[in-house]
């Protein structure tokens, strides 16, 4: 596997991949790569001849308040990681590679980007999108692959890619990718790592007690209080607070009051000692 750094070897790499007309899956990562990673870079090779996968901490998508400098930098481990799984390049641009001086570029995606982590998080999504643009314009992939943990990041990726022609012929198709969990059912997440050993115990509460409101909402109960309970429950069990419990539609994302024939999402986002934690499941016809 070939590490790149600056834009011009970058592009004389996917050329070089790209001679046989062979098809490219980005993988786009921050690093700190875990199963959840290694599955996408796994799905993406399915789906093309060869895996470009990048790690960049993107600079642009944390708030002022936020784990930018915490944020755990392993370039040689994730590197190792991503050959022993047969990726064929590693794009680590340095973030004035990525935003040079002078970089004025916000790249905004409206409704689908507002409510949830949006609403929590300002500006995070404009960052999110801004990047991804840059990573398919750099890399200019036939696939793109992204986990369903950030599902809220996965449908503002696809409005943008839509909306600005990203889909053909450079990426045509952007491809979620089930979330990975760890035994007792938290989600993998790089940021798992800030937990003490008792958060981490106490972080189980958060899937648990999804699937148990997402079974109350199926069985008919009603959705704001089962949403307040499930806020109630992950207080009990340690969490500090929670930014939101929200039922919403799987596609525009927008709030649902009750379940109603088209696939639902239940997603959640709280906050145990210091670290934020997402998740998110499917509620109604797309289980069943
Ligand atoms: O999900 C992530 O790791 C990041 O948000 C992404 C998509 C690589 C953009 O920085």
Redesign the pocket.
Known sequence: MQTVTTLDMLRTAVAKLRADGARIALV???GALHEGHMTLVRCAAAEADHVVA?I?V?PK?FGPNEDLDAYPRQLAADAALLESEGCALLWAPAAAVMYPAGFATNVSVTGVSEGLCGAARPGHFD??AT??CK?FQQVQPDVAL??EK?FQ?LAV?RAMARDLDLTRPHVDAIIGVPTVREADGLAMSSRNRYLSPDQRGASAALPHAMQAAIARIEGGDEVAGTLAALQAELVAAGFASVDYAALADSRSLAPLAMLGPDPARLLVAARIGGTRLIDNMAVGPARR
């Open positions: 786009p990562t921050m990048s960049f993107n998508q960052g999110v990047v991804v990573l992204f986990g950030d990041q990726i």
